[in-house]
Structure formats: C-alpha cells, structure tokens
C-alpha cells in the first residue's frame, strides 16, 4: 500500500463525525460527573447497612477483593482504576487501529461494548446493594470511552486538512457539549419529577444511567452509517499479525517519538495545562460545597450553565484561532485559566452568583481550550501513525489526571486550607504556558512531515 491523501472528506462524512461527540459526552458529563458517584455510595450504603444521605456512612467501609475500602474513597479508586487499564491499552488501542482496514467498526466496537456496560445499570436495582457489580460496569464503561475516544481522535487529520482542522475540532467539541447538558438537564428534571410524585429519585438515577447507554448507541449507529474507512499506509510489518504487528509498530512509535523533540515538548506542555483543567473541574464542586458553603442546586446549576457554556467557548476561541492561530489562542485560554484560579482563591464564602459567573468564565475557556488542543497535536503527528499517537495524547490527558488532585491533596492537609490547594494549581497552567510558549510550532509540524496551516 502506498501512501494516499487522507484528508478528503465530504459534509456528510464530517457530520457523522461530529455525531460521535453527541454519542458519547453524556456519559461523562451525567454519569462520571453528576450521578455515577451518587448511586454506587448509595448501593455500598445499603450493603453496610447505613445511609450515606444521612451522614451515616462516614466511618464504614465495604470490602473489594482483597482491601477494605471507606465508602467515600470507592469512587474515586474505581475511577483510578479504570484509568489505570486505559493507560497500558490506549497506545496497544491506537497502533491496532491505524492497522485496520476498517477503522470505523474498531470506534463502533468499543463504543457499543462500554454503552453496553451503562445500559446493564437496569440490572442493578436501587435496594440490591450491589456496589461490586456497578463499580464494574462503571469501570467497564470508563475504559472502553477512552479507546472509543482514541479511534475517534485520530479521524480528526484524516477528515480536515490543515487549514480547517481548528474549526472541524471546535465544531465536535461544541454540539458534544451541548448534548451533554441537555441529557444532564433531562435528568435533572426527570429526578425532580420523580420526588414531586413520590417515586424513589434513585430509581430515575438508575434509569438516567441505563438511558446514556442507550443514547450511546444510538448516535454510535449514526456515526457508523457516515463514517468511511480510510485506506492504510504502508506499514513495515505487514507480515506479521494484527496483534504481533501492532505490537511491534507500538515499540516503532515510541522510539520514534524521540526524534520529534517539539511534539514532546508539546505533550508535556499539554500533560500539565490538561491535568490542572481536570483537577478544576473535578474539584469545582468540592470547593464550592465545603469551602465556599454552597447549596446543591447552586452546583447542579453551575454543572449545567459550564456545560452549555462550553458551546459558545468553543466556537468563539476558534474563531480566535482562525485569526491568530492555534498556539497563540490555547495560550489566551491557559491565561483565562490562571485567572479562573485566582477568582476561585479570592471569591468570598456563601457567593452564589459569583460563582455562577465563575462557571461562565469557566466554560468559556474550557471546550476551546481542549479542542484546540487535539487540533494542534493532530498536526504534530507523522501521517499514518494517527491513532497511536492519539493513544499516547490521551494517556497525557487521561492517564496523568491523578497529579494534580494529589498537589491539592497534599497542600490542603500541609496548610489547613482548600483555597492554598485551589492557589497551588495555578502552577500546572504557568507551567504548561512556559512550556507551550517554548514549541515552535510551525517547525514541529514540518519536522513530523506536515504541512504547516497559514495560522499556526
């Protein structure tokens, strides 16, 4: 096989990737971040015999495997868990993946199996108490939405060119967002409805979660009617099997890596910015119930305000971008990120609309900020080789998640003090801001083989 042109793409092939991103945001935004948590404490609960809505459950633990685990702390290893499994498959995930001939079943494939697991939730009633099950079907889910999101990534340089790729990027990034927070909304409201006639909320909890599943699949069927396989490249192992030979290209990759020292110095940069990012957003709503002394429904509505914020954000720093480049933009959101930070660490205790504002400024930063991201990195990759270094991108994204929660840890327990730990992670964006100011991108790109867009 001889290499090809691989950007060509049609509108209808374009939409049906954008419908991926609809498929699969609502499993992060309503089970990862909203009521994932809620039903497995509540289910180790009920199998400890106390109730975690009652503040009952503070001191008990329930047993996993070999440990013993606190009820607080089994989401938050179930999570860890997870991504620790994605971390050793998502580079095996991404080689297999730019050696298969049809790339687009590999995306189906992962994204059917971890809706499958989602939509097992309505085997786990709200009184079984079968938090192993759940924890199982969570973790399941976790890690086949990091290698979907993998094969999904790495269609990015082979459906847009280099001069659209800020725009196709944003574009995915902004309906995923909007179809996040609808489905968090309906949820919402299902629950609220749910109390009003006098039915368990956790049933609509159960259910909620068993629907993203559903939803999953169903835009997943989408995808795959649109999406078209991508003929190969040449490839040193043809000989070998699939496995084998992904194996070897996998070892190829990371060696080869070495020789593109502006890509690392790129993911570096990214490993940094994106764990403070997440270390926001995952800490957002801690912050704002203990520290600050918010209300629920002020958080729940935060969540959902960021959500349909992120919508604009994304669209406005790519039109950002088109005029001044991606770099240059990413930098403009790392500096909004700083300033998130310090308005967190200043903002009074018991400011429901200054964090409401907090959550705006939030949003506008948040989607642009990663989409632009993959479409800078998508142009700091060889040809041919897209889904494996997508797989080492997330393990960047992914994988590292767990630093920035320990700094925080770690300075909250030194000083007494969440706002010095909200204060430490304004390192991670300083950091990344340094190191991302450092690449020079437009020689990344044409050290990797790309052509560089005239905004870089």
């Known amino acids: 096989m001889s290499p090809i042109a691989n950007t060509h793409s049609t509108r209808r092939e374009r939409v049906g990737w954008y419908a991926y991103a609809l498929a699969d945001q609502p499993f992060v935004t309503t089970v990862m971040t909203v009521l994932g948590t809620i039903y497995l404490t509540r289910l180790a609960g009920i199998a400890a015999g106390c109730n975690p809505d009652q503040g009952g459950c503070a001191d008990r633990q329930v047993p996993v495997l070999w440990f013993d685990i606190p009820i607080g702390s089994l989401w938050a290893y179930t999570t860890s868990v997870s991504v620790l499994f994605a971390v050793v498959m998502l580079p095996i995930v991404g080689t297999i993946a730019d050696r298969s001939p049809n790339k687009r079943r590999l995306l189906v494939f992962f994204a059917v199996i971890g809706a499958l697991f989602m939509f097992s939730f309505v085997f786990v009633g709200i009184d079984s108490g079968n938090y192993l099950f759940a924890a199982f079907l969570i973790l399941g889910a976790n890690i086949f939405y990091a290698c979907a999101s993998v094969v999904y990534d790495s269609y990015l340089p082979q459906l847009a060119g280099p001069a659209d790729r800020d725009r196709v990027s944003s574009i995915g990034w902004a309906g995923g967002y909007i179809s996040g927070g609808v489905f968090l909304m309906l949820n919402l409201l299902t629950l609220n409805l749910a109390e009003a006639q006098g039915i368990n909320p956790l049933i609509a909890v159960q259910y909620g979660m068993a629907a993203t599943g559903i939803w999953w699949i169903a835009w997943t069927m989408f995808t795959l009617s649109r999406l078209e396989n991508r003929p190969l490249l040449e490839s040193k192992f043809t000989d070998s099997g699939m496995v084998k030979g992904s194996l070897k290209e996998l070892k190829q990759n990371f060696s080869e890596l070495k020789r593109y020292p502006y890509t690392l110095l790129f993911l570096g940069a990214f490993l940094l910015y994106s764990d403070g990012i997440s270390t926001v957003i995952a800490l957002s709503s801690t912050y704002g119930d203990q520290e600050l002394g918010l209300s629920t429904d002020v958080l729940v509505l935060t969540i959902l305000i960021v959500q349909f914020v992120n919508f604009a954000g994304a669209l406005t720093l790519k039109a950002i971008a088109v005029r001044i480049g991606a770099k240059k933009t990413i930098l403009l959101g790392l500096i909004g990120w700083s300033g998130v ?100 991108i437009r020689k990344a790109i044409e050290a990797v083989g790309n052509t560089p867009p005239a905004k870089v």
């Open 341 to 440: 930070v310090l308005a967190a660490f200043w903002m009074p205790a018991g400011s429901p609309g200054w964090f409401l504002a907090l959550g705006v400024a939030l949003g506008m930063v948040m989607g642009g900020t990663q989409a632009l991201s993959r479409s800078l990195f998508s142009q700091l990759i060889p040809e041919g080789r897209e889904a494996a270094y997508f797989g080492i991108y997330q393990i960047a994204d992914r994988g590292t998640s767990w630093i920035g929660p320990l700094v925080f840890g770690v300075i909250v327990q030194m000083t007494g003090s969440m706002r010095a730990g909200i204060f430490a992670l304004l390192a991670f964006f300083i950091l990344g801001f340094i190191l991302l100011a450092m690449v020079p």
